[in-house]
């Protein structure tokens, strides 16, 4: 399988306030503690940094961290809700997708989706994204832009 991006980085209108959903969704599936620079916190392919004049937040995306089963998939929407953050889908299958997707999705503190997903079997290397959406307001445009880049 050929990757499409190195590495995603979301930029967090407050970091303080990100950062505790952000380890918590990313320790619950077993991703371990994140590498701190000075204005970021990153896990092998995603990063949070902190939004500000030359980055604005990021709104309107959605992230799928890959999850090792799919009871891991359960622990972490009961975890994630448990401990306050906005349910957007509770753990299920999602035969619209494939016929092994396996999700559950919460909100992040900006409102972007992020979500667990299994997909029948572990998915080998060390990446914490499965998949990302970018909701646009002009598909066609977006389109032909990243078929450009």
Do not use: C, K
Request: glycine share 10%; net charge negative; charged share 25%.
């Amino acid at each position: 399988m050929l990757d499409v991006f190195d590495h995603v980085g979301v930029a967090v209108s407050d970091l303080d306030g990100s950062l505790p959903f952000y380890e918590l969704a990313l320790a619950q599936l077993g991703y371990g503690e994140p590498y701190r620079g000075d204005w970021f916190y990153e896990w092998e392919d995603l990063a949070i940094g902190q939004a500000g004049d030359d980055r604005p937040a990021t709104r309107n995306l959605h992230l799928a961290l890959a999850a090792p089963s799919r009871d891991a998939v359960d622990a972490w929407w009961r975890a994630m809700t448990a401990a306050g953050h906005p349910d957007d889908g509770a753990p299920g299958p999602r035969p619209q997708y494939s016929p092994t997707y396996y999700g559950a999705f919460v909100r992040d503190p900006d409102g972007n989706g992020v979500e667990a997903v299994h997909h029948g079997e572990p998915r080998p290397g060390e990446n914490v994204l499965d998949h990302l959406w970018i909701r646009v307001r002009d598909l066609a445009e977006s389109r032909l832009f990243y078929e450009t880049v």
